[in-house]
């Protein structure tokens, strides 16, 4: 893939090591930033069918994304079988993959197009409770914004165990990998230690508490 042409000058010229490091590419970098008609021909003959038959329930377009209001992943099963026509080997399932703030804004993006055809489901989620970290779980790759939130990896695992007949099998051989991916990863993460001046800082506040206190 092509460097986006301000990351490409950067690292070329060795300049500010944080701007080589971080770049964000602000143009979709190949992918698209939402999705819309016309990229998927199995997405477009979905948008089609509902559209031709907007008086059939919607059932076979599922997008995975937390949500106050989205369907909770385990209902699927009962939520399928109540469709006619509609099977678990049928259903298609949407996922959006990146960061959880440029995930949540493809989503919002995406809306016009997939509140057309597909419904929203979720895994289980707490958003009044804070997320872990590489440190709290094998299975955690990034801080994340609230309980239940996880990698695009491990969601996909997740529901392939609902909607797959060997889904037992999937989920264990995807997260092994995904586990030797944070283990790997966790190997380069160096312990957080105070910087000198922040503890120089700290040293004198103790002792100027210390020196109050034997006053008083």
Not at 186 to 196: D, E, I, N, S
Request: some cysteine.
């Amino acid at each position: 893939m092509d460097l986006p042409e301000e990351a490409a000058s950067a690292t070329s010229s060795g300049g500010d090591h944080h701007q080589a490091r971080r770049i964000i590419c602000t143009t979709g970098c190949g992918r698209p930033i939402n999705l819309k008609y016309g990229q998927s021909k199995l997405l477009d003959s979905l948008h089609d069918q509902a559209c031709e038959n907007p008086n059939l329930p919607l059932g076979r377009a599922l997008y995975l994304f937390p949500g106050p209001n989205a369907l909770p992943f385990a209902e699927v099963n009962r939520f399928g079988s109540s469709r006619d026509g509609v099977g678990m080997d049928d259903l298609v399932l949407i996922v959006f993959d990146g960061t959880w703030k440029h995930a949540k804004e493809m989503v919002l993006a995406s809306l016009p197009f997939l509140s057309k055809f597909a419904i929203q489901v979720c895994l289980d989620f707490d958003a009044g409770v804070d997320g872990g970290t590489i440190f709290d779980s094998d299975l955690i790759l990034r801080k994340e914004p609230f309980a239940g939130c996880m990698s695009t990896m491990e969601a996909v695992a997740r529901c392939l165990r609902v909607l797959e007949p060997n889904g037992i099998d999937i989920e264990t051989r995807i997260i092994e990998v995904l586990k030797a991916m944070v283990s790997f990863q966790a190997c380069f993460l160096k312990p957080m230690k105070p910087r000198p001046k922040l503890m120089k800082t700290s040293t004198g506040k103790n002792d100027k508490n210390k020196s109050t206190d034997s006053v008083c």
